[in-house]
């Protein structure tokens, strides 16, 4: 979900200082830069039916939205991105080749911090069945990267398909892959999930047989134990593979710098190989489009903190004078989610937001 993170420890919203109709004006203006570059402007209800965004967020969602109950239609969440509609349009239209701009409000609750925005403006650009993805996501970095250029920001990028593909080469077996695959957003319980594998520790699970926890049913509770106990049978994962992982997260560089590290690590992990020549590919793309590659930093981890959204190019804007401020522009690629939607049949898509608010709060037009 673009901007579905805040970007950070610390980053707060500062309210509403800027005028609504400045606000607007800005996000028309940033919109129409867009449309400039062959994108079709898409529009959709603010009230969004709560089912579709349950089914592909989970319940995580719910605590970042506002949810309402409508007599005939039924739960429904007041527009927290602009993301899962288009993507629905587009795939119900036959998902070819589409390029979409939008503008509008945003909502996500705030139970914790009342100095971030439950109501914003946000402002995107979106890509589908383009060109190859390297060119579609340069497309969609660049039109962004140039819009923001007089701002001065920090870009920043990361690229999820890497972990992804080095939890696929180093563990074997089948349910232990899909658990951390599962947790590739979630970096702390990835963490203790990965610890867990890669020690022969017994448990014994016999004291829990039988009790029912929460909702769970008592077969539910059984099954669960059942594939605990099988797992518990697996060895530790092979040797080296845990160092493996740490040394890819553990890449923060300029980007040239990341990419010969992670050519480096990729002697002894194959598996990223295809990533690896992929982000090269995409550094080219960016390159031809005139962005000094050179300045731009690449952090490996980046983008693993939103919500179960992006499958591989992310990134981020940010204003290194406000670390108050969450980030200015965020996207990145979302093939999953049109598989998700799309019944199993999906496209290549790459998009990014920014938030108008945050443009004018800068120094920026008007």
């Known amino acids: 979900m673009h901007g579905c993170g805040y970007g950070g420890a610390g980053a707060r919203d500062t309210g509403p200082v800027t005028d609504k109709a400045d606000i607007r004006t800005e996000a028309e203006r940033l919109r129409s830069l867009f449309e400039a570059r062959g994108a079709e402007v898409f529009e959709t209800d603010i009230l969004q039916p709560a089912g579709a965004l349950l089914d592909l967020y989970g319940e995580d969602i719910r605590a970042r939205a506002f949810v309402t109950h409508d007599p005939l239609q039924g739960e429904m969440m007041l527009r927290p991105d602009f993301t899962l509609p288009l993507v629905q349009r587009h795939m119900s ?15 996500r609750r705030q139970e914790d911090d009342p100095d971030r925005a439950s109501e ?18 340069a497309d969609v970095f660049s039109a ?5 250029a007089p701002l001065g920001l920090r870009a920043a990028m990361g690229d999820i398909g890497l972990l992804r593909a080095a939890v ?3 563990v074997r077996n089948p349910a232990r892959q899909a658990a951390l695959l599962h947790h590739l957003w979630r970096p702390r319980r990835f963490r203790a999930v990965l610890n867990r594998f890669n020690n022969a520790q017994v448990r014994d699970f016999a004291e829990i047989s039988g009790v029912k926890i929460g909702l769970r049913s008592h077969d539910e509770v059984e099954a669960r134990l059942t594939a605990l106990r099988l797992n518990q049978q697996e060895p530790p994962l092979e040797s080296g593979a845990v160092a493996m992982i740490d040394t890819l997260l553990a890449v923060r560089e300029k980007a040239p710098d990341a990419l010969s590290q992670l050519r480096y690590l990729s002697v002894d992990l194959p598996a990223i190989a295809p990533a690896v020549d992929a982000l090269a590919a995409r550094f080219d793309a960016m390159a031809a489009r005139g962005i000094d590659v050179d300045a731009l930093d690449f952090e ?11 499958d591989g ?3 981020g804007f940010f204003a290194e004078s406000r670390p108050d401020l969450p980030p200015v522009a965020t996207g990145g690629r979302y093939d999953a989610l049109t598989r998700a939607v799309g019944g199993s049949v999906g496209v290549p898509a790459v998009g990014g937001v920014i938030r108008p608010g945050l443009v004018i709060e800068l120094g920026g037009a008007p």
């Open 93 to 107: 239209a036959g998902g070819g080749e589409g390029r979409y701009a939008y503008s509008g409000e945003v909502f």
């Open 313 to 315: 190019f992310v990134f």
């Open 144 to 148: 962004i990267y140039d819009a923001l």
């Open 300 to 310: 490996a981890s980046y983008g693993r903190t939103t919500l179960e959204y992006y």
């Open 120 to 137: 914003y403006m946000q402002v995107g650009f979106e890509l589908f069945n383009g060109a190859t993805p390297p060119e579609a996501d």
């Open 168 to 170: 696929e080469g180093v």
